[in-house]
């Protein structure tokens, strides 16, 4: 993918009273030209706590970098307190299976601090470094 290549982000949220579940869809035009290609591999849901970004670092990634973060639910919180969260990053690569370019999980990791999500705090913000330090890291021992 370019910064040519055209997009639609798709998202649609299920009902429910003090959660749902929102379903995200990254749409490309496809070979044919009169269909769209989902554009991430993998099936793509976020809590309505969770939160998502798309990111522009070419030191990582020539298109810009999908990161998603999920709360996980410890034992001993409520459904509304801190909770850490499941980071995860990815970025575009070649496939072989299927063949095509696709957005691919490059790293994962959950966060040692507990965010508040109802506070309005932007926890991808505060992990911004972690994450590109991570994707950094992992880029360089692929090489």
């Known amino acids: 993918m370019t910064k040519d290549t055209s997009g639609l982000l798709f998202s649609a949220a299920s009902g429910g009273v003090s959660g749902w579940e929102i379903r995200l869809a990254l749409l490309r035009p496809g070979s044919a030209g009169d269909e769209l290609d989902e554009f991430l591999l993998s099936n793509q849901t976020i809590s309505n706590q969770g939160r998502y970004a798309f990111w522009s670092d070419a030191s990582i990634s020539a298109a810009k970098i999908f990161v998603k973060a999920e709360f996980i639910w410890g034992s001993d919180e409520a459904h509304y307190s801190e909770h850490r ?14 063949y095509g370019t696709f957005y691919q999980l490059e790293d994962q990791f959950m966060t040692a601090r507990k965010y508040d999500s109802q506070s309005g705090a932007d926890l991808l913000a505060l992990e911004r470094s972690e994450i590109l330090t ?3 890291r992992v880029k360089a021992a692929v090489k």
């Not at 969260?85 to 299976?97: E, G, P």
Request: proline share 6%.
């Open 85 to 98: 969260y499941l980071i995860s990053a990815y970025v575009v690569k070649s496939s072989v299976v299927p």
């Open 134 to 136: 991570r994707l950094k």
